[in-house]
């Protein structure tokens, strides 16, 4: 089975062209070639079909097998995938997932895409509530980007624990599919710092979906405008949230870290 390894900002994941076939047992495979010391390493696996409904379709599993509605980062570079490895020519690119069609128009130069930005659609935010997470109240903004996120505001993000504190937030009774935690502190109205500890992966080095969770919660919480970098522990990204169709849009990088064959009897 050939794969792409890329990633967008160091959140990595193993790409697979299933456009002709598809391996069996797709969770198991996500939870195999992620293992970072027995697999290809990743936090994740992320297979493009034909689509019904769009030019392609992605599914995405976490490194834990699970299925996640959407992957931003990931999203990316499914643009980037397809481009580069003729599967379009086109650089407005419809891509279906569980949390729907999404349009990437990508940025190319000298032949590749370098860069895309996403339509990620309508955020669905819910007030915010307070969590007790080891023995600590944590206020926390839930916001779906199609898929579930908790976003919560602290002081200062760099000293904390997350694989202490991620996993309650992760598995809290409040979210019954579990969730995403966004852990943000605001540096100013257009900058905001960003760790992430995601469903089914752990802390990664930025979270595409989170990144707008976070725009989201901020402008609503009067801490941001409509519009500002998120600096994550991998990079920048750039998010807005339109006034005019209430649309998140997210531009950031997409990158092939290299090509490979994964046997298929692993
Ligand atoms: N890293 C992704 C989000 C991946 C899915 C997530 N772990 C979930 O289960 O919802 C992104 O860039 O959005």
Redesign the pocket.
């Known amino acids: 089975m050939r794969f792409t390894k890329m990633q967008g900002l160091g959140?990595d994941y193993v790409y697979v062209d299933c456009t002709q076939r598809a391996p069996e047992d797709l969770p198991e495979l996500a939870r195999r070639i992620s293992d970072r010391h027995f697999g290809v390493g990743s936090?994740g696996l992320i297979c493009i079909f034909p689509s019904e409904k769009a030019d392609f379709r992605m599914r995405?599993f976490?490194a834990d097998g699970?299925e996640?509605?959407?992957?931003?980062?990931?999203i990316r570079c499914v643009g980037k995938f397809v481009y580069d490895h003729g599967l379009t020519d086109q650089t407005t690119v419809r891509v279906e997932t569980l949390a729907g069609v999404k349009i990437l128009r990508l940025q190319v130069e000298r032949g590749q895409v370098v860069s895309a930005t996403v339509d990620m659609g309508l955020p669905v935010p819910q007030e915010p509530r307070t969590l007790q997470i080891m023995g600590r109240p944590y206020q926390a903004r839930p916001v779906s980007m199609g898929?579930?996120h908790a976003v919560v505001f602290l002081d200062q993000i760099d000293a904390l624990d997350l694989p202490a504190i991620g996993p309650a937030f992760e598995n809290h009774p409040s979210f019954p599919n579990r969730t995403?935690t966004e852990f943000v502190e605001v540096l100013d109205e257009t900058h905001l710092k960003m760790r992430v500890w995601?469903?089914?992966?752990g802390e990664?080095l930025?979270?595409?979906?989170?990144a707008c969770a976070t725009l989201v919660a901020a402008a609503l919480a009067g801490k941001a405008g409509r519009k500002a970098t998120i600096h994550l522990l991998g990079g920048d990204l750039s998010v807005a949230w339109s006034e005019e169709d209430g649309h998140v849009y997210m531009t950031g990088p997409a990158v092939t870290v290299f090509e490979g064959e994964w046997p298929e009897d692993r």
């Open positions: 959140n936090d995405m976490n699970s996640g509605e959407m992957c931003g980062n990931g898929n579930p995403n995601e469903r089914g992966s990664t930025a979270c595409g979906t989170g």
